[in-house]
């Protein structure tokens, strides 16, 4: 089915970074993305958001030009100028015209390896990141995902938000972002991803002018790969929010890492779980059968370290304890009774039908490229995701939600009026009162 697909091409350039390449012949467009492997699990502690911030910092100039004339170059060329930061890596992502490559190429080396950091530009960033961190703490969606992910991971490097935390803000300054900059961007630990209509020997070629002279004043962290040392025992834990009429729930316990080798057939377990919109168990349970909620979903949070698999729903807050007793229960039936036929018939043809529209533009092809080189997945990965999702039969996804998916772990946190859901809860079992924070 992706046997179309053209072979990922890849050199180590002398200074350690690693460059893929990869033909793409639909437009005359190239993609390109800079991925340094270490993102915001290596948030200093304190800090929540430095790695997504020195991201964007990346593009506010260079030793060479100003931010206005770094933007009025890239737009002069129509292309496209992104970062953010991730678990487990930081992206600059470059996009614009085939024919236009060298100076692309060069804009995005200039931004990574000579970037200005420049004080004038601190205030501006931090005021845009508090007004943003104002807005979306109102969200109770926001604040239960927060507070839901702190719960496991707690004083660990996944135990923040990627963006910021309010905490946190008044401690960050330039500094942070240097040092960050300084210590975690390295050749050896990154990767450049071009994925365009350009021969690989005209990249490669590019490359070297670009980026061989690239060097780092020492070595990146050591990359997160573990399980956090504590975390809180499952339970419910209650925040209360007087004010709310619903209650934001997230139900879950600690996963798995990208590496591990049931990943084809958690997803499809998950699929049927929660993960395939109104064909999912719990959408169909929740949702359609009971009205209790307008959505519900499932996920694995798979990372290079340990994430979280999360249920996450909202409801009218007097019906709080029926949908967290419900949640259990269908997550009990499918780990001890598996997935039916049809169903894993039914996620396996999701996947594979949907998979040739995760490969149709260069940038969408350069996401999954970067996530093949994150994860150290081969290079034959995207030739044989189709067949390894086929391959996923009835009695290994049987196997696997019996292994994985653990009711008696679930940690359930509420974030909603005490007042119309506390009794009902404890009903279930002891409901712990957190501090609001």
């Excluded at 200039?110 to 109102?138: G, N, S, Y």
């Excluded at 859901?421 to 409901?431: I, Y």
Aim: negative net charge.
């Amino acid at each position: 089915m992706t046997n179309y697909l053209p072979e990922i091409e890849q050199v180590t350039l002398p200074n350690g970074l690693t460059l893929l390449g990869l033909f793409y012949s639909r437009v005359p467009w190239v993609s390109m993305s800079f991925m340094n492997k270490r993102g915001g699990e290596c948030d200093p502690p304190g800090k929540a958001g430095v790695a997504d911030w020195t991201a964007e910092f990346l593009t506010l100039g260079t030793i060479r030009r100003s931010q206005r004339q770094l933007a009025e170059d890239i737009e002069s060329l129509g292309a496209n100028l992104q970062a953010r930061g991730e678990w487990d890596a930081t992206m600059v992502h470059l996009d614009g015209l085939s024919e236009d490559f060298a100076a692309l190429i060069a804009t995005l080396g200039e931004i990574v390896q000579t970037p200005r950091l420049a004080e004038d530009e601190f205030p501006m960033l931090k005021e845009r990141r508090r007004a943003e961190l104002a807005q979306i703490m109102d969200e109770p969606r926001e604040v239960a995902s927060r507070r839901f992910q702190r719960l496991f991971f707690q004083g660990a490097p996944y135990g923040h938000a990627l963006r910021g935390e309010m905490e946190s803000l008044a401690s960050l300054d330039l500094g942070d972002i240097q040092a960050f900059y300084h210590k975690e961007f390295s050749p050896r630990a990154a990767t450049l991803v071009v994925v365009g209509m350009l021969p690989f020997s005209q990249i490669l070629e590019e490359a070297q002018k670009v980026w061989t002279g690239w060097t780092a004043s020492g070595p990146a962290s050591p990359p997160y790969t573990e399980a956090p040392r504590q975390s809180c025992p499952p339970g419910i834990y209650l925040l209360d929010r007087p004010e709310l009429t619903q209650s934001e729930i997230r139900m879950g316990f600690l996963g798995l890492p990208r590496s591990h080798p049931d990943f084809f057939t958690l997803r499809l377990v998950n699929y049927v779980l929660g993960g395939g919109g109104f064909s999912s168990r719990l959408m169909t349970r929740i949702r359609s059968e009971l009205g209790l909620t307008y959505g519900i979903r499932s996920q694995f949070f798979f990372r290079r370290a340990p994430g979280l698999f999360q249920v996450s729903t909202f409801t009218p807050a007097v019906h709080t304890a029926k949908v967290v007793e419900e949640i259990k229960a269908v997550i009990q039936n499918i780990r001890d009774n598996g997935v039916t036929a049809q169903e894993l018939q039914e996620a396996q043809s999701y996947y594979t039908g949907h998979f040739p529209l995760s490969l149709e533009t260069p940038r969408a092809l350069c996401r999954q490229v970067l996530t093949i080189d994150l994860h150290d997945l081969g290079l034959d990965y995207l030739k044989l995701y189709c067949d390894r999702i086929l391959g996923v039969t009835q009695e290994a996804a049987r196997e696997a939600a019996h292994h994985h998916l653990k009711p008696e772990n679930l940690v359930t946190l509420v974030v909603g009026p005490a007042s119309q859901c506390r009794e009902s809860l404890e009903k279930l079992g002891p409901v712990e009162i957190l501090e609001d924070s």
